[in-house]
């Protein structure tokens, strides 16, 4: 750690927002680019970091830095990720298990019609990457392993494509 990155995370710790600015505008795209790397989804690097940031600011003064603020950073972004990754996971079989157990009895034929007319818009919609994964895992009902073979892609891009599709609907479809 240089003297001058002691002296800035000494006035985060004394409450220095401008110290802090500096360090968020030094280090941002950096873990930024680093939680990417790992997720492979560009909104889920961004909370990743912003919150990696907001908790680091909230806890300024009791945290220490052994050997340095950025090992420090890396390790907390890779953990976030990997909890990224492991709730991407189950978000996914989530969504599928609310959807067994919906309640359907005062469902009627144009509500389904409209339905399915959002959900073929809102799948449209999607970045083109994002969609091929996610009508392959879901609607083609393949098996993440054979998609990710298919696509030459790993396993863990097909999981993060799966997740970003199932938010980017429920945004589409409101």
Known sequence: MSCSEDI????????SEHAFRK???????RFYLWAFKLTQNSYAAEDIVQEFFVRFWERREELTFTPSFSAYAFRAIYHASLNY??????????CELTLDLADT???????????NRLLLKA????????????????LE??????????????????????????????KGIG
């Open 23 to 29: 360090l968020f505008q030094q280090y941002s795209e």
């Open 141 to 170: 009902k393949k098996k993440y392993t054979e998609v990710a073979d298919l696509l030459g892609i790993s396993v863990n891009t097909v999981k993060v494509q799966v997740s970003k599709a199932y938010h980017l609907l429920r």
């Open 123 to 138: 799948i449209n919609d999607l970045p083109e990457r994002c969609k091929k994964v996610f009508v392959m895992a879901t």
């Open 105 to 115: 009895s005062n469902v009627t034929d144009s509500d389904v019609k409209e339905l």
């Open 85 to 94: 990754l492991r709730d991407a996971e189950h978000f996914v079989y989530g």
């Open 8 to 15: 800035v995370l000494l006035q985060i710790r004394a409450g």
